[in-house]
């Protein structure tokens, strides 16, 4: 399923370039713009999509909701590498420095 743009879905970063740690708690109270090494792995949102999702692209989204909690804002990734759409529905992207599961919602 190709990610167009104002699709509903939900994206879930699974692996980071560096060793960043962090504790769930520290993860929830993760805020924009707080960014020295980048997010931290188990980073959620969910929101619409603003472009389609392309190789060589940011993927930007209109954030309502950031680790379970409503938080209106933006999200935006770095370069987007590939797309690998698995079988299940899920589509996992990996950018300059992360993979990501997203899922349509």
């Given at each position: 399923m190709k990610l167009k743009r104002n699709t509903s879905i939900g994206i879930l970063k699974v692996t980071h370039d560096t060793d960043l740690e962090y504790t769930q708690e520290e993860a929830n109270l993760f805020e924009d713009g707080n960014r020295q090494n980048g997010i931290p792995e188990n980073y959620?949102?969910?929101?619409?999509?603003?472009?389609?999702?392309?190789v060589g692209e940011p993927l930007?989204?209109?954030?309502?909701?950031?680790?379970?909690?409503?938080a209106y804002g933006s999200f935006t990734t770095s370069i987007i590498s590939e797309i690998i759409e698995l079988s299940n529905g899920i589509t996992m992207l990996t950018t300059q420095n992360s993979t990501y599961k997203v899922t349509v919602l």
């Open positions: 959620s949102a969910e929101g619409f999509l603003n472009e389609d999702v392309v930007k989204m209109i954030r309502l909701k950031r680790n379970g909690v409503s």
